[in-house]
């Protein structure tokens, strides 16, 4: 974990922990990405024991299932069972019901590029300060251009460019979407 990855710690059978390296700029650790996927955004760095270092987070207990499903199915093969290719351009999943939070290297980036981006229609303020793109009545992001090409591509946050296809977030919104994906 230490080196990248994350882990699930079971203190009971109804209580489990995330755990990952913590994250370097909000957005670039594979295990931060989990965390989202679980619906949480806050973290705390372990002061002590085994972890010390590391971030964790409690898993929620609506996400339990979840979690145990995907440490059953990834326990069942040593490796890929099977091989796909991704074309975005045909999909745009990730671009539709998804919340895109801006950090802050991204606000400052834009802010020299395109400050036009941080303002209205583009963007929001979350509750909590950060700002997000704002999607459309369809869910689209606001960016999303029909042939599903990003009007902001050279600037698109650092999320966005971050993403990873066929992660489980890409997957589970190709699924909500309906998108297939081409086997090998």
């Not at 710690?9 to 989990?34: C, H, I, M, N």
């Not at 093969?77 to 998804?98: I, Q, S, V, Y």
Request: hydrophobic letters at 35%.
């Amino acid at each position: 974990m230490r080196a990248g990855g994350h882990a699930i710690v079971w203190s009971s059978p109804k209580r489990a922990t995330l755990v990952f390296r913590v994250p370097r700029d909000e957005d670039d650790d594979l295990g931060l990405w989990s965390l989202l996927d679980l619906g949480r955004w806050r973290w705390a760095r372990a002061s002590s024991g085994a972890l010390r270092g590391l971030a964790t987070a409690r898993v929620p207990a609506d996400c339990l299932d979840i979690v145990r499903e995907r440490i059953d199915r990834d326990s069942t093969h040593a490796g890929p069972t099977l091989r796909e290719t991704f074309d975005c351009l045909a999909c745009g999943a990730c671009c539709k019901r998804n919340e895109v939070v801006l950090n802050r290297s991204d606000v400052a980036r834009l802010r020299r590029a395109r400050p036009d981006l941080l303002k209205r229609p583009w963007v929001r303020r979350r509750n909590d300060g950060k700002l997000t793109l704002t999607l459309l009545r369809s869910g689209a992001c606001r960016h999303l251009e029909q042939g599903n090409a990003c009007a902001i591509y050279e600037h698109r946050p650092s999320p966005c460019s971050d993403f990873v296809i066929g992660s489980e977030c890409c997957l589970s919104s190709r699924e909500e979407e309906g998108v297939t994906s081409e086997s090998i």
